[in-house]
């Protein structure tokens, strides 16, 4: 599919390409369906085996309606605000034909369990699925980093199904890695980097529903038993969400819009500090590694659910604390730097 509609893209009646400017510093016009392959890889999937998703129909159609309309806003760079409206119709349609909604988000706060009445919870899983999606929209911004921070959520979630004996779901979960790989491949430059595709907002707003349809199915089970518990998922998605969390904040205290694009992501930072997008790569998809092993580690010793949140807590006030310093601690890598090669220089 990535081969044929790379093809299909550059044809000038389609013109499904990005092309370089003031923020983007890429060579060329690369084609954007990368979130459109995986989609139709996986709606062929699913055609062929329906059973191993809960409401796999609801949310093949889902996922259709979304890829719509991120392959719109490549195109013709649609408002924000018409996104918004579409994924916030999507939750509630989802919500009300699949009963789809976070009504258990477990003793996170360790003063017993926290069971959400039902307009509260359904406003809460409208927010989950906008914060899902924007979240994985906004780290796309690194040649290979949407699909490795993707890569490492599947695989944390894959790893606790099969552990919970959920079979489909894992490997469910392996089948998107598998997906994907032949993207972050193309996507790297690795097959030449004439073949470059890019995944698009479509490919972004794919993954960021796929997570939280498949966090919803894992921590609010129709059953009495939950595949993980709540607090888990915020590990599994940790660098995403701190990610879109500290940025809008920052954002709003500037006055701006907190949907406003600007260079000040984390992939950024790393970039300005002089790594290259590689190095960028490796490091933030580690760190995403290492959150997501908290994560696990944290459901498999049943560590309360309190001590989890709380840490979670501590990690997310270090990054914004952090992040609002970053310019100040960068100069000093930089001045650090310039000092240690000077050195290494005389002698």
């Given at each position: 599919m990535l081969f044929f509609l790379r093809k299909v893209a550059k044809h000038p009646m389609v013109g499904l390409v990005d092309k370089p400017n003031e923020r983007k510093f890429h060579k060329g016009a690369v084609p954007l369906v990368g979130g459109i392959s995986i989609c139709l890889s996986i709606l062929y999937f699913l055609y062929n085996n329906p059973a191993i998703l809960p409401h796999s129909m609801l949310y093949s159609l889902s996922i259709m309606v979304l890829?719509?309309?991120?392959?719109l806003d490549d195109k013709f760079d649609i408002s924000f605000k018409l996104r918004l409206?579409?994924?916030?119709?999507?939750?509630i349609v989802v919500m009300l034909y699949a009963d789809f909604q976070l009504v258990n988000l477990g003793n996170f706060?360790?003063?017993g369990y926290v069971h959400l009445p039902l307009p509260i919870g359904g406003i809460i899983t409208v927010f989950a699925v906008l914060g899902a999606i924007n979240a994985f929209n906004m780290v796309d911004g690194i040649d290979g980093l949407l699909g490795g921070l993707a890569s490492v959520t599947f695989g944390g979630l894959g790893v606790l199904f099969l552990m919970h004996g959920s079979l489909n779901l894992a490997y469910l979960c392996l089948v998107f890695i598998v997906i994907m790989l032949p993207y972050i491949?193309?996507?790297?430059?690795?097959?030449?980097?004439?073949?470059?595709?890019?995944?698009?907002?479509a490919g972004s707003m794919l993954i960021g529903f796929t997570v939280i349809f498949l966090l919803i199915v894992a921590t609010q089970p129709a059953t009495d038993k939950e595949i993980l518990r709540p607090v888990t998922a915020l590990w599994l998605i940790a660098v995403p969400l701190m990610d879109m969390a500290a940025i809008m904040h920052r954002r709003l205290r500037r006055g701006d819009s907190p949907f406003k694009p600007d260079r000040e992501h984390l992939h950024h930072i790393f970039q300005r500090i002089g790594y290259n997008s590689r190095?960028?790569?490796?490091?933030?998809?580690g760190i995403a590694l290492v959150f997501a092993a908290i994560g696990i580690t944290g459901e498999v010793l049943k560590i309360p659910e309190s001590i989890m949140f709380y840490l979670f807590v501590v990690f997310f006030a270090l990054y914004a604390v952090l992040l609002n310093y970053i310019w100040r601690v960068v100069k000093r890598?930089?001045?650090?730097k310039r000092?240690?090669?000077?050195?290494?220089?005389?002698?």
């Open positions: 890829v719509g309309v991120g392959a409206v579409v994924q916030i119709a999507l939750a706060l360790g003063f491949l193309l996507n790297l430059g690795l097959l030449g980097r004439r073949r470059k595709v890019f995944m698009g907002d190095q960028t790569l490796l490091i933030i998809c890598i930089r001045c650090v000092l240690y090669r000077f050195k290494r220089s005389i002698r």
